[in-house]
């Protein structure tokens, strides 16, 4: 179990009057935090827009977690985090540690972690393995796939063994050497008509909610009310029914970021700064003062 419950311990028995037992119990009843779930999401369509964030680590995790409907594990962890160049070195081990760290870290929202290149896209029984897999070792609620021609039985499959599944179409991060480079997509009318098929072939497979990347305006929107579960977008307008941002890109982490991001921190700057000023009071000798010094106990 990932939270300590603060219910009676097991040996004790219900009945036997035990104040702090039975205060701890309706603590237990009463507390009105309840991790947010697929369903819980997919009943949004439409409704209020669902707020969605990237995280990697718990205590980030443990500050977004009050803000955000659903945190996702993006595999753009291989990027932010490990310095990659692009998503497809990612493995599961690395997706399964930073799940488990964002379900330590996390308590009300929602938890996806992506199924990283290479762990779905085969025999939908490997993809089940994996995805069952993500899901044991993590406690995460769901698992996120890109979109592809094989993806959608994947989807039907999984889902019908209980896996909740939300899908990702337009701008493919893991597709990023076939499709040549991180660039909007959708923008002729072959390309629009076959990012729209993949968005209800996703739908119909029983995702229970759509991440809409790097698509313009029309086709976003067309996406959003062409299919009757959640789309989240990310560089696809406002026209869809949620929105997800790379967390580190819009603290400021990062000089370059693409156009869709809007920067709410400058935490580059803040670190650099932080830093320099360490720098100086180690070289002063004015760190660490008193205050920062153990001293021994008088006698
Ligand atoms: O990996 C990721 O962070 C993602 C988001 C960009 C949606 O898939």
């Not at 779905?120 to 993809?127: F, V």
């Not at 769901?142 to 701008?171: F, N, Q």
């Not at 991060?173 to 993949?198: H, M, N, S």
Request: aromatic residues 6%; proline residues 7%; neutral net charge.
């Amino acid at each position: 179990m990932l939270w300590p419950s603060p219910s009676p311990s097991p040996g004790r028995s219900r009945s036997s009057s035990n104040t702090k037992g039975d205060a701890a119990l309706s603590a237990h009843r009463q507390d009105p935090v309840r991790r947010l779930a697929a369903p819980d999401i997919a009943a949004r369509k439409g409704g209020e827009p669902i707020v969605c964030l990237t995280a990697y680590t718990a205590p980030v995790a443990a500050i977004l977690d009050e803000a955000c409907d659903l945190l996702l594990v993006g595999d753009s962890v291989g990027m932010v985090v490990h310095g990659l160049p692009n998503t497809v070195g990612v493995t599961m081990e690395m997706m399964i540690l930073h799940g488990q760290a964002v379900m330590r870290g996390s308590r009300k929202a929602m938890v996806v972690v992506d199924m990283p290149f290479g762990s779905y896209e085969g025999e939908p029984s490997i993809a089940y393995d994996n995805a069952a897999r993500i899901m044991k070792e993590t406690g995460c609620q769901a698992v996120k796939v890109e979109s592809g021609p094989t993806v959608p039985a994947t989807i039907d499959y999984l889902v019908k063994r209980g896996i909740p599944v939300m899908g990702h179409v337009g701008l493919r991060p893991q597709a990023v050497l076939v499709d040549g480079g991180f660039k909007a997509k959708g923008r002729t009318e072959v390309e629009r008509e076959r990012i729209l098929a993949e968005a209800r072939a996703t739908a119909d497979a029983g995702a229970f909610a759509v991440v809409v990347e790097g698509v313009a305006e029309p086709l976003a929107r067309d996406i959003t009310a062409a299919i009757a579960v959640p789309t989240i977008g990310i560089g696809a307008s406002a026209g869809c029914d949620g929105q997800i941002l790379v967390t580190d890109d819009m603290l400021g982490l990062f000089d370059w970021t693409p156009k869709f991001v809007r920067r709410y921190a400058d935490l580059k700057g803040e670190i650099a700064a932080a830093a320099a000023s360490y720098a100086a009071d180690v070289r002063a000798r004015t760190f660490p003062g008193e205050a920062e010094t153990y001293f021994s106990k008088k006698p």
